[in-house]
Structures are given as structure tokens and as C-alpha cells.
């Protein structure tokens, strides 16, 4: 792990390239290998979420900073007291960050299931509704209710997997479309 002191957020900063805390007396502290920024995706909260837990939260010897950032915003990190069982646990979690990308598969899967939830939501959805009322010449607007199911099973049906990258969640929506047949309509109709 970096020493406090050591530590940039990215290759292209310097120390002077953000503010926030003045945190002098945490100079030899460990930053723990996890960071959230206004930008992060499911797996970097998740990830910070989980280290804060094995940690065992905020406290003396374990410190959340938020700093403001040219690039992306804010950001946080975790900065641990040397020489302290949290430390140690630290270290763990810098080992088990190296052999594999996640620390709490659970959490993980949640929070990657919410965003492609409010993707869908926020995205697709009314995409999807409209594609559907073009393709077929039918108003959709009684099935409402029914069209998140339904948008389930012709994923399904197509074998259509939701796309989780840095960018967020996407699907291939004209790979689900293609699945749903004028049967498949009338049947959501009734």
C-alpha cells in the first residue's frame, strides 16, 4: 500500500491538483486500494463499501476523505493508521484486490442489478414501449404495468445479457426486440 504522503489519484496529478483535507498528521497513514469517485460504477463503490466494512468503519485508526478533483469531480479514499490490526486488514484486502477484482460478491451483484434496473428504467424502457407500438401498430399504453415483465422475458427469450463496463450498463435492445413475435402482442394485450 501507498504511504498518504506518496499518493496521487492518477499518473497525470500532483498534490497540488486537488483540495480538501489538510490532513498533516495522517501523512505516514495507508491509503487503502480502494477509491469512489462522482463517476464510479457498481463494482468501485461496492469495493469501497466493502473495505470501509472490513475495517469496521470510521474511526481513529480509519479515516474517509473526500477531496474535490480537476478531472472527475470529488473523490474519496480510505486512509489507514500504520502498525494497527486495521492496517492489517488493510493489507489483506490489498492481497485478496490482487488475485480478484471483487471484495463482497453480494453487495456487488446488488448494486450492478439497481443500475442496469434504473438503465433500463431511465433508458430503455420507453425506447422499448415505443419500438413495440411502431413494429406492431398497437397502443401499449393499457399494459403498462406489464411491460417490465415482459421486457424480462423476451431478454430471456433472446438470450440477451445485460453489458456492465466503465460506462455503465447496456443491453442489446434490437437482439431483444427481434425475439417478440405479433403472438407474443396480442398475448400481452389480453
Known amino acids: 500500500m501507498q504511504r498518504y504522503k506518496d499518493f496521487k489519484p492518477s499518473a497525470v496529478d500532483s498534490k497540488s491538483n486537488y483540495i480538501g483535507d489538510s490532513l498533516d498528521e495522517q501523512q505516514d497513514w495507508f491509503v487503502v486500494p480502494t477509491m469512489r469517485t462522482r463517476d464510479s460504477n457498481p463494482l468501485a463503490e461496492s469495493n469501497f463499501s466493502a473495505a ?3 475495517l469496521g468503519g470510521e474511526g481513529d485508526r480509519v479515516e474517509v476523505h473526500p477531496f474535490n478533483h480537476w478531472a472527475c469531480g470529488w473523490y ?15 493489507q489483506g ?38 419500438s413495440l407500438e411502431d ?13 417490465d415483465k415482459f421486457f424480462k422475458e423476451m431478454r430471456k427469450r433472446a438470450g440477451i445479457c445485460w453489458v456492465s463496463d466503465s460506462g455503465g450498463s447496456s443491453i442489446d435492445m434490437e437482439g431483444i426486440l427481434a425475439e417478440v413475435t405479433k403472438a407474443d402482442i396480442e398475448a400481452l394485450l389480453t
Request: contains cysteine; hydrophobic residues 40%; charged residues 35%.
Open 93 to 130: 484486502i490489498e492481497l485478496s484486490l490482487e488475485d480478484y477484482p471483487v471484495l463482497d460478491e453480494e453487495d456487488f451483484s446488488k448494486r450492478k442489478s439497481e443500475e442496469q434496473q434504473k438503465t433500463y428504467t431511465n433508458c430503455y424502457r420507453s425506447d422499448f414501449i415505443g
Open 52 to 54: 470501509l466494512k472490513m
Open 76 to 90: 474519496e479514499i480510505i486512509l489507514v493508521a500504520p502498525d494497527t490490526a486495521e492496517f492489517s486488514i488493510a
Open 135 to 147: 413494429s406492431f401498430d398497437r397502443d401499449l399504453a393499457a399494459v403498462d404495468v406489464k411491460i
